[in-house]
């Protein structure tokens, strides 16, 4: 499906907003989660599919719920100024993410990729891509790249912390993609 702005899915599908479930207005990240993940899914305001995408439209009768399918979420999903376009750079980023979601929390996180051309599938972890090094310089990723060899990887990352140690607000993350282990960080993680 074509992306459309949201007015033009609303006005498309007739869709009464007044009509639509009450929502909090400011919903949180859990919110949010529990509303996509609730079973039995709600439906799709526009195909009555069950709704896997779910937003807040403040609206003059007060905040509701706008639920969607994948199909219809993603046709008014508006990408940010700074996200990748090409499907190489948004699985870097995908990636990166996953890397410093599992830094902080220890925990990989459970990641399938879905795209237009091949559908559900998941993260690609061939051997070549096993070793992940990341060098974040100011919060944003600086360099990166994946190893087959633990060996040659921790060289990088060794190589890396000494280029930018002493820099302010720089780390060095080593990780393993397929058991998503974070091997080593720099600095250490307390
Ligand atoms: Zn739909």
Request: glycine share 8%; aromatic share 6%; hydrophobic share 35%.
């Amino acid at each position: 499906m074509d992306r459309i702005s949201l007015d033009e899915l609303l006005k498309q599908a007739d869709i009464d907003v007044a009509a639509l479930p009450p929502a909090p207005t400011s919903p949180t990240d859990q919110q949010m989660r529990a509303r996509i993940t609730a079973r039995p899914a709600y439906r799709c305001a526009v195909c009555q599919e069950g709704g896997s995408t779910a937003r807040v439209l403040n609206t003059d009768q007060g905040a509701r719920w706008l639920d969607l399918c994948l199909r219809h979420g993603l046709a008014v999903h508006e990408p940010s100024p700074r996200m990748p376009t090409t499907m190489e750079g948004i699985l870097a980023d995908l990636r990166e993410a996953l890397a410093e979601a599992t830094a902080a929390t220890g925990q990989t996180p459970d990641v399938r990729l879905w795209t237009d051309e091949n559908g559900w599938q998941d993260m690609p972890m061939d051997e070549h891509h096993r070793y992940h090094v990341t060098l974040i310089l100011d919060g944003r990723r600086a360099r990166h790249g994946w190893w087959g060899v633990e060996a040659v990887a921790r060289e990088k990352f060794t190589l890396w912390v000494g280029e930018c140690s002493g820099k302010a607000g720089s780390r060095v993350i080593l990780t393993d993609e397929h058991t998503g282990a974070v091997l080593t960080t720099w600095p250490q993680q307390p």
